[in-house]
């Protein structure tokens, strides 16, 4: 393929290793990923929500690939949720290898909103209660002041792997494409990137540290995160002339000081046993089709 077009992409989900797997994989040396994670660029029918909208932009982002770069990536955790995403993909370069990772829906769901709620794309701090507004918030009501999108307040659809896993096989040879238990990379993360690496065909970096990357966090400060991150339309125009009476590199410093001396770790709250069994239901045939999909027991999930 042409010298600096991505030839792999992980494609999702979210709350399933992807971020671990991008942060292992971009330091080597035979391997080239943006700094930017999540352009979304191929998933069109998510509206505004992509980072990056042209061509253009896209092309830019693997500028700086050389040709000691056997594989070029990019990792974009709603493709697998979009129903474009995998479709322009393969008409954009139908000889990519693709990479899908995949948990327990019902604990993929309940990481997913703790995630939107520290990033600010949800305002509803009891999962259960965020469950029950999808019908509403997928008409457009009761959508959180920053969303950038209602579809990632569709939980269901967000967990619905089987479906996606056998989406991504309709239109994607199996051979070009390796499907990844996240129990498996949390138990092993060495055999896991082992097997990426042979299903990349690069040469083995011999890494063999795999610190722990993006654990459930918290913002001390709700609201100061929110001003930082995103800020709500009411107060864009304020934060824009801040910026530029600071400057632009300055204000981001200290904004990304801030953020990280307010953020902490910690465990989420656990689902009501009630509530756990009815998403463990909901989801029942979902993993049984990925189950069917993978050739894998998960029986235990449900």
Known sequence: MAHGRPNFFIVGAPKCGTTALYQYLRPHPNIFMPKLKEPHFFAKDLGTYPFIQTPEAYAAL?????????????????YLRSSTA???I???NRDAKLIAMF??????????????????????????AAWRLQERRGRGLDLPVRSRGA??????????????AQRLLSTFPAAQVKMILFDDFAASPQR????????????????????????????RVGWMRKLMVNPAPSTRDAYRSLKRALGGRYLDAMKYWVI???????????????????????????VALLSRV????????V
Not at 262 to 285: C, G, H, M, Q
Not at 294 to 301: F, V, Y
């Open 62 to 78: 693997f500028a700086d690939t050389t040709e000691q770069h056997l594989r070029i990536g990019e990792a974009s955790v709603y």
């Open 86 to 88: 995998i479709p322009n």
């Open 90 to 92: 393969l008409e954009y």
């Open 103 to 128: 948990r327990n829906p019902v604990d993929m769901v309940h990481s997913f909103h703790s995630q939107l709620l520290f990033v600010t794309q949800e305002d509803v701090r009891d999962f259960e």
């Open 151 to 164: 579809f990632l307040l569709q939980y269901w659809e967000m967990g619905r792997f089987g479906t996606q």
């Open 192 to 219: 896991i990137y082992d097997e990426v690496i042979d299903f990349l065909e690069v040469p083995h970096d011999h890494r063999s540290e795999f610190p722990r990357i993006n654990e459930n966090k918290r913002a």
């Open 260 to 286: 990280d001396r307010i953020t902490v770790s910690e465990r989420r709250s656990p689902l009501s046993a009630k509530f756990r069994a009815e998403l463990v239901e909901t989801f029942r045939d979902e």
């Open 294 to 301: 993978l050739d894998r027991d998960l029986s235990h999930w």
